[in-house]
């Protein structure tokens, strides 16, 4: 549950809204009107950023069984060269060897 309250408020009724941030509520402080801060637990968070993350992993795994499913084009080919003029770095064995393969920009 998301309330508000203002700062003004807040300040008198603090050990309560914390019993209510404790409980799984979210409180919005407002100055004037307008949201200034909002206060929840700190777990809310961490979980709220690993729901993102598993949706993208989600995402991520659709995306490859997709590809999976997919013919590779005829006369399509995959390269690892680097185009001139680019400022990449490749990590060692991406090419096939153990060397690391870095282009500057001139």
């Not at 941030?21 to 777990?43: F, K, N, Q, S, Y």
């Amino acid at each position: 549950m998301n309330d508000t309250v203002s700062v003004s408020e807040a300040r008198a009724q603090l050990p309560k809204i914390i019993d209510r941030v404790e409980a799984g509520d979210e409180v919005t402080l407002t100055r004037h009107g307008r949201a200034v801060a909002v206060i929840r637990r700190p777990d809310a968070d961490r979980r709220q950023r690993l729901d993102s993350v598993r949706a993208q992993a989600q995402h991520l795994d659709d995306l490859i069984d997709l590809a999976g499913r997919r013919p590779l084009a005829e006369h399509g080919t995959i390269s690892a060269e680097v185009p001139p003029n680019s400022s990449t770095t490749f990590a060692p064995g991406a090419l096939g060897d153990d060397r690391c393969v870095r282009r500057r920009r001139l």
